[in-house]
């Protein structure tokens, strides 16, 4: 029986350690990062919804980034914290995906989910974390909003990385939960298609 014990406890573990994202930001500091489910997306060409009541985040560096003035362009929102170790895998990826493809029309911003409450102490950890993957794209702190919308519009599951891509004309089009090895690959066949798509619908 001890033996079997032992086998089930190490299942989970390496269960946990294999899981594609972090638990959300309320999560406890000292805790470790709750398992999730195999990462996913939504089907190809699925249109998810429009932000009703997210418009803006507040830069790290000072100012406000909105969704407003990102119209036109396709944008990826990257809802991640500098705690989580997945999210410190996938951001090399997303820093070459903005430079594979931002002079096409390709936008990257960041949204960090910190563990504290204090303003001034997430944007120097945002800070910190820009510097050392070298990040050229836009970082800000991500409104609680955010969540909020995705949970009932979407039913995310609220864990960190969770990316967005979002079409010329505002809308969420597909949503990935966690990215494991190998799949930076699809998400950059579907910035492909939306990069090809018009800026504004065409003529009836």
């Keep these: 029986m001890r033996w079997t014990a032992a086998w089930v406890l190490a299942a989970a573990l390496l269960a946990a350690a294999l899981a594609p994202g972090c638990g959300g930001k309320d999560e406890s500091p000292a805790g470790p990062a709750d398992a999730r489910p195999p990462a996913k997306s939504e089907p190809e060409g699925s249109v998810l919804f429009r932000f009703d009541r997210f418009a803006s985040a507040t830069l790290v560096d000072g100012g406000e980034v909105t969704l407003g003035s990102l119209e036109g362009r396709v944008v990826l929102l990257d809802l991640f914290g500098t705690w989580c170790p997945p999210c410190r895998r996938s951001t090399p990826v997303l820093v070459s995906l903005y430079q594979r493809f931002h002079e096409r029309g390709l936008e990257v911003v960041g949204l960090a989910y910190e563990r504290t409450a204090d303003p001034a102490g997430a944007r120097e950890a945002v800070k910190g974390f820009r510097e050392e993957?070298?990040?050229?794209?836009?970082?800000?702190?991500?409104?609680?909003?955010v969540?909020?919308?995705?949970q009932a519009k979407a039913q995310a599951e609220g864990a960190v990385p969770t990316l967005l891509l979002v079409d010329r004309q505002g809308v969420v089009r597909h949503m990935f939960q966690g990215l494991r090895p190998g799949e930076e690959a699809v998400l950059a066949e579907r910035i492909e298609k939306l990069l090809a798509e018009p800026a504004a619908p065409g003529p009836p």
């Design 133 to 145: 993957f070298r990040i050229p794209y836009t970082l800000a702190l991500g409104p609680d909003v």
């Design 147 to 150: 969540w909020q919308e995705l």
